[in-house]
């Protein structure tokens, strides 16, 4: 079967879309990747929906109008993947604007705005879509949900292999080895902390909103890392706390930047900053995210690679950073494998509608900590002509 898989991340810079052809066992799938494109939402857009995500109050009215402009997004982005219209079934993750973990007894819940049947009415195909629900209607984190996809799509080594996605906020899957005595393990995955949020959040401020991230990390390459700040950083709750957990804009937002910003200028001792400063807070940020990553290894398991997705992977500083920061494991992007830095998570969501479609649970209690596997999604059927 043929799948168009849609994704638009927490960076909220646009929608990422695959067409993917899947056949065999759900669990070990026959499949290949057939095309690829990215759409980048309009400025306004984008900007509407970061502020949302970062709990800047809406009208009714707005949150409609907003709803409606990434449903028509996310179809803009289907046609020009799939024009003949090869697909018989969409995944479509929507975009995050709110995300909130189960805590202290209550139940999490996660807010991905899409209008689900009329994507299928403008597509004429049926379209899976609010992924997360059913696992956080069990308990669970709800997220991240790409592991399970990882797990069936990529094939197992000789040791443990960690798939690393660097987009708004960093998440890990870690794989278990083909053989030995942890080859029957779980699979493994959780939220990270940031990559991309504050980095990207930066770069607009010092820029005055000419640029949104930092090109292959060369305005951090020309910076100093503060490394004491790093180290008190990653004492942080969310940081020390053990999975499974997700986050997202929520914690790791504007805010979240404007504190550490004021830290890194207390440290910097130059007032007003320097315009070295700027470079400074960049190659601090941007070392932050790797020491997260890197910190969350060595509290569990070193694996012999790490697989690196999503636009850090060509962010060229951060990558170095990764390196430099993960010794005994070799650092390569994804993209060796046949995957693109911006397709993994399309991809992953093609699959769990797949999945849907099958009646094949999509979800692992070991990553999302619900008590049971579950199948994902909600599915909308249109009733218009198949459209062409």
């Known amino acids: 079967m043929r799948v168009l898989g849609l994704m638009s991340g927490t960076s909220a810079d646009g929608v990422d879309a695959v067409l993917a052809q899947f056949a065999g066992p759900p669990a070990r799938p026959r499949w290949r990747l057939l095309r690829h494109a990215f759409r980048p939402y309009p400025t306004a857009l984008r900007h509407a929906l970061v502020a949302a995500g970062q709990g800047v109050p809406l009208a009714a009215e707005e949150v409609l109008e907003l709803s409606e402009a990434v449903t028509e997004a996310q179809a803009a982005c289907a046609r020009a993947c799939d024009p003949q219209a090869e697909a018989e079934l969409v995944g479509c993750h929507g975009q995050t604007l709110w995300h909130r973990p189960p805590a202290g007894g209550r139940r999490g819940a996660s807010w991905q705005l899409l209008q689900g049947p009329v994507l299928a009415e403008l597509l004429g195909r049926p379209v899976v879509f609010d992924f997360r629900s059913q696992d956080l209607a069990l308990g669970g984190q709800g997220a991240p949900l790409v592991p399970a996809a990882d797990a069936a799509l990529l094939p197992a080594i000789g040791g443990w292999r960690a798939v690393l996605n660097l987009g708004g906020i960093a998440n890990l899957t870690l794989l278990p080895p083909a053989t030995g005595p942890d080859r029957h393990q779980q699979v493994r995955g959780w939220d990270c902390g940031p990559a991309n949020t504050l980095l990207d959040l930066a770069v607009e401020r010092f820029s005055g909103g000419t640029l949104c991230y930092d090109a292959d990390g060369r305005w951090a390459a020309g910076g100093q890392v503060n490394e004491t700040l790093i180290e008190r950083w990653l004492q942080e709750p969310y940081l020390q706390a053990a999975p499974p957990k997700s986050t997202g804009r929520e914690l790791f937002g504007a805010p979240d ?64 950073e990764l390196r430099r920061r993960c010794p005994g494991t070799q650092v390569k992007p994804l993209a060796e ?8 998570e399309a991809l992953g969501f093609a699959l769990l509608a797949w999945w849907h479609q099958k009646g094949f649970e999509g979800s692992l209690p070991s990553v999302t900590g619900a008590p049971q596997a579950a199948v994902l999604g909600v599915r909308a059927d249109p009733q218009g002509p198949r459209q062409r």
Not at 337 to 344: A, C, K, V
């Open 337 to 344: 494998l046949g995957i693109g830095e911006s397709e993994r």
């Open 257 to 320: 930047l404007e504190r550490r910003l004021a830290e890194l200028t207390s440290a910097c001792g130059h007032d007003p900053p320097a315009a070295s400063d700027q470079a400074d807070a960049l190659a601090s940020l941007t070392a932050f995210t790797a020491a997260v990553v890197a910190a969350d290894l060595k509290r569990g398991i070193t694996p012999l690679e790490l697989l690196v997705a999503g636009g850090g992977a060509r962010n060229g500083a951060l990558m170095a």
